[in-house]
């Protein structure tokens, strides 16, 4: 399907006064230099804000560390790609020949990119209150879906049930080694998730070493 900056536009419901920011943002690296990481970058640091912002508003009574908890569960690959694929994206990414050959067009990596490299382009293009607004609408369900049992629950559940959001087979936890004695052991966990390099923690326990390695594969999915 050839790019078609009037389709594009209909599809995110956002109509650009400088379109070439747009066609930027969905521009793949694999094109070339006028590709959309700059505007990635720009699009997630302005999506971190609105959606800190809200959850400020929405949770007033709530610490830093759970409105972290909160905000990464939202601001992250897998969400961003749910949204992209609400707004059906996956036909107006501009790649290169090896990507769309290797069907980077439906890699949650890219699609993912593209949404926030479009927000990026948004902001420049129409400023911070219309910005706001499109992410408030596109975000929508997975705003309301925030609740303080999302943050509190521990990092074990946490990490089942997000994989379990995306599609993905729950994580697998081994024992590989035990060391000292009976009243005082350390127990060495990794947990395998599909996708993540094999991450590992040591405690003196296997619930908590199991529970650690749960909380360091959350922070690199979240891109933490």
């Known amino acids: ?20 920011l747009l066609e930027q943002a969905v521009t793949h690296r694999s094109i070339g230099q006028n590709n959309n990481e700059r505007l990635e970058f720009l699009g997630d640091s302005i999506l971190g804000f609105i959606v800190a912002d809200e959850i400020f508003t929405h949770f007033p009574n709530i610490d830093e560390g759970i409105m972290s908890r909160l905000r990464a569960h939202l601001v992250n690959r897998d969400s961003l790609a749910v ?4 707004l059906d994206l996956s036909d107006e990414l501009i790649l290169g020949q090896g990507e769309m050959k290797s069907g980077g067009k439906h890699r949650s990596s890219i699609l993912s990119d593209a949404v926030e490299a479009i927000i990026g382009a948004m902001y420049k293009d129409k400023g911070l209150v219309e910005t706001r607004a499109w992410v408030l609408s ?10 303080l ?18 599609g ?23 947990c395998y998730v599909e996708g993540v390099e094999v991450i590992s923690s040591t405690a003196s ?19 933490e």
Not at 83 to 86: D, E, I, M, W, Y
Not at 205 to 223: D, F, G, I, P
């Open 1 to 20: 399907m050839n790019f078609d900056i009037k389709r594009l536009q209909k599809k995110i419901n956002a109509k650009f006064v400088d379109t070439s």
């Open 205 to 223: 326990s296997r619930k908590k070493a199991e529970q650690k390695t749960a909380e360091k594969v959350l922070k690199v999915l979240n891109h």
């Open 149 to 166: 049992d999302t943050a509190t629950k521990d990092p074990k559940t946490q990490l089942q049930e997000y994989l379990q959001s995306c």
């Open 168 to 190: 993905k087979p729950v994580p697998k936890y081994t024992v590989v080694s035990t060391k000292g004695l009976a009243h005082n052991q350390l127990f060495k966990v990794e």
């Open 83 to 86: 949204v992209a694929k609400k």
């Open 138 to 147: 596109v975000f929508d369900e997975q705003l309301k879906s925030l609740t």
